[in-house]
């Protein structure tokens, strides 16, 4: 009891401290600001590049974001700074004082109704800015993003419920998020006029317009994304080890966050680990080198990785979860695969699709260049600029 009373009394003061620090050296950065955002993470990840993209868009504002969580890397902290004023609260929100977090979130709500310069708030994937919002003033905008509607995470529906009414615009990916929230809205009896506040924007990427199609010189097959569980990287593993059976010239590679301490088990399935990939201009030569990406995920919004990939001609073999077949079209400009909790299933789903395209070349050029010729038509950051410019700033578009 006495060691649990002294670790306790230990993190007080280092919240405290932190907190402290918080308010001598951050305060400031969100009292200039036009826009602050409230995010999790700068960490590598599909979500996290489309919070950067968001930011760029109105990269010539006065900029504050606020992270909440601690993140795995600091692979697009660089990223973020070049663009904003950045916050890091974890510190004080992981020494778990229930005193320091409030008078926090007291301090940051009152530092941005009293600002002369902030017209609007932004959050995604955080609770953090959730409870923050019953402080903010009425003539404050209020936004939020939802990626996708996480059953792993019950807290979360009662803050999309609660905020119902105090959300300006609420951003949804795709239709099959828009389809989530609405249904949430129902069995929560939430006012139907507040349905009007939700719309989609879909993601998007800046696509060079100097890239030209081409054709690939040998088959590669990868996997981009970070090894959890709703990723199913195993997945990934076993198709690599049947295919392998079949033909040992077809290279597997990985590429993402959380993979180092599994390099031992993936060089055993035969597969190569490239590290983690921030630089655009090597996740270009990346894609440049890939036949397929495969997304063997059990859930997804609509992946960045799709999007990425096929702007550079890859053909994306994936689990049709999430809004994923909005977009994809099986043997159009992809593979779709037939999800099921059972790995072993779908893993021979992935593996016949895979043999089936290797032995026709036809097939593969194709779905190719219809990935590639798809990319431009639907996936350009300029209406996406657009977009979020008029529900950041109330620009006209």
């Not at 001609?313 to 809004?323: A, C, F, K, L």
């Amino acid at each position: 009891m006495i060691k649990k009373n002294v670790k306790k009394g230990i993190n007080y003061l280092k919240a405290f401290y932190n907190f402290f620090r918080f308010c001598i050296n951050d305060i400031k950065k969100i009292k200039h600001a036009q826009i602050v955002f409230v995010l999790p993470y700068f960490q590598t990840g599909g979500a996290e590049r489309v919070h950067l993209n968001i930011i760029k868009s109105v990269k010539d504002k006065s900029l504050c974001v606020i992270f909440t969580h601690n993140s795995a890397t600091d692979n697009f902290k660089k990223d973020f700074s070049e663009y904003a004023q950045i916050i890091e609260i974890n510190k004080i929100l992981n020494k778990k004082s229930n005193t320091i977090t409030r008078a926090l979130k007291v301090h940051i709500g009152k530092t941005i109704n009293k600002s002369q310069s902030i017209k609007s708030i932004f959050g995604s994937n955080t609770n953090f800015f959730y409870e923050l919002l019953p402080q903010l003033k009425e003539e404050i905008v209020k936004i939020d993003l939802i990626h996708a509607i996480s059953k792993e995470n019950p807290t979360i529906e009662s803050h999309y419920v609660n905020s119902s009414s105090s959300i300006n615009h609420r951003i949804v990916i795709n239709k099959k998020a828009y389809g989530d929230v609405l249904l949430i809205y129902k069995n929560n009896q939430v006012n139907e006029c507040l349905i009007d506040r939700v719309v989609v924007i879909e993601n998007a990427i800046e696509i060079k317009e100097n890239d030209t199609f081409k054709e690939r010189d040998s088959l590669k097959i990868g996997f981009v994304g970070r090894w959890s569980k709703e990723k199913r990287p195993d997945i990934f593993l076993k198709i690599a080890k049947a295919v392998k059976k079949h033909n040992p010239q077809i290279d597997f590679e990985m590429v993402g966050i959380g993979m180092k301490s599994n390099v031992k088990k993936i060089n055993q399935f035969g597969v190569s680990f490239l590290g983690e990939i921030t630089d655009d201009d090597a996740l270009s030569r990346l894609y440049k080198s890939l036949t397929f990406v495969l997304i063997t995920s059990s859930r997804e919004g609509f992946p960045m990785v799709i999007i990425e990939a096929m702007a550079h001609g890859v053909i994306p073999i994936t689990t049709n979860v999430g809004g994923i077949s909005e977009h994809l079209t099986s043997f159009e400009n992809s593979i779709l695969i037939e999800n099921s909790n059972n790995e072993d299933d779908v893993a021979k789903l992935f593996v016949d699709a895979i043999l089936e395209l290797i032995n026709n070349k036809v097939l593969i050029s194709n779905l190719s260049l219809n990935a590639f010729n798809y990319s431009r038509k639907h996936f350009s950051i300029t209406d996406f600029n657009k977009a979020y410019r008029h529900y950041l700033l109330q620009e006209k578009y």
